[in-house]
Nanobody
Framework: VQLQASGGGLVQAGGSLRLSCATS????????MGWYRQAPGKQRELVAD???????NYADSVKGRFTVSRDNAKSTVSLQMNSLKPEDTAVYYC?????????????????WGQGTQVTVSS
């Protein structure tokens, strides 16, 4: 499974950005899809994720500002980020948890995109 993220960039505080992540490859099923971020000197943290059934989960710091969505037919996940703050500056990674066939075994594995930089200026 390969992930390709796009949509990062530089924006002023209060602005908006939309991140998208496209998947390719082969899998038996895609379960959760989501976004993590890692700021300099900090650990990677969950921003938001969404299950195959559409249930969402958000970090407290982004609730009410970010919206995660997925297109199951296209196997894509997006993150709409509004009211951006300087503390949202980080490298954002898309994540997919998928059931894949490894030999004769059905395994549940995590896959990561390459990361896209989001910089919010004050």
């Amino acid at each position: 499974v390969q992930l390709q993220a796009s949509g990062g960039g530089l924006v002023q505080a209060g602005g908006s950005l939309r991140l998208s992540c496209a998947t390719s490859g082969s899998w038996l099923a895609i379960n959760a899809m989501g976004w993590y971020r890692q700021a300099p000197g900090k650990q990677r943290e969950l921003v938001a994720d969404i299950t195959s059934g559409g249930s969402t989960n958000y970090a407290d710091s982004v609730k009410g500002r970010f919206t995660v969505s997925r297109d199951n037919a296209k196997s894509t996940v997006s993150l709409q980020m509004n009211s951006l703050k300087p503390e949202d500056t980080a490298v954002y990674y898309c994540n997919v948890r998928a059931n894949v066939l490894k030999g004769f075994r059905n395994e549940l594995l995590d896959y990561w995109g390459q990361g896209t930089q989001v910089t919010v200026s004050s």
